[in-house]
């Protein structure tokens, strides 16, 4: 499950044409945190995922890899 958050993870990142820094900026976190999560090295915490899907409009079962959309 963890390399489909990471993927899950920049694949949002990518759509909405944002750097890792600008991405980290909208969810109050750092670049090197982006760079892990999606490097699969750590994940977001559950407050982190939620800001990930409200900011992008993506459910969480996408997020975490449950299903397609």
């Known amino acids: 499950m963890g390399e489909m958050i990471a993927k ?3 694949e ?3 759509e909405n044409k944002l750097t890792q ?3 980290g900026e909208r969810l109050s976190v750092s ?3 982006v760079s892990l999560w999606e490097n699969g090295k750590s994940f977001p915490t559950v407050e982190h995922v939620i800001n990930i899907c409200v ?3 993506v459910s ?3 997020l975490l890899g449950l ?3």
Request: proline share 0%.
């Open 8 to 10: 899950r993870i920049k």
């Open 12 to 14: 949002i990142r990518t």
């Open 21 to 23: 820094a600008q991405f």
């Open 31 to 33: 670049q090197d945190n």
């Open 55 to 57: 900011t992008f409009s």
């Open 60 to 62: 969480s079962d996408y």
């Open 67 to 69: 299903t397609e959309y």
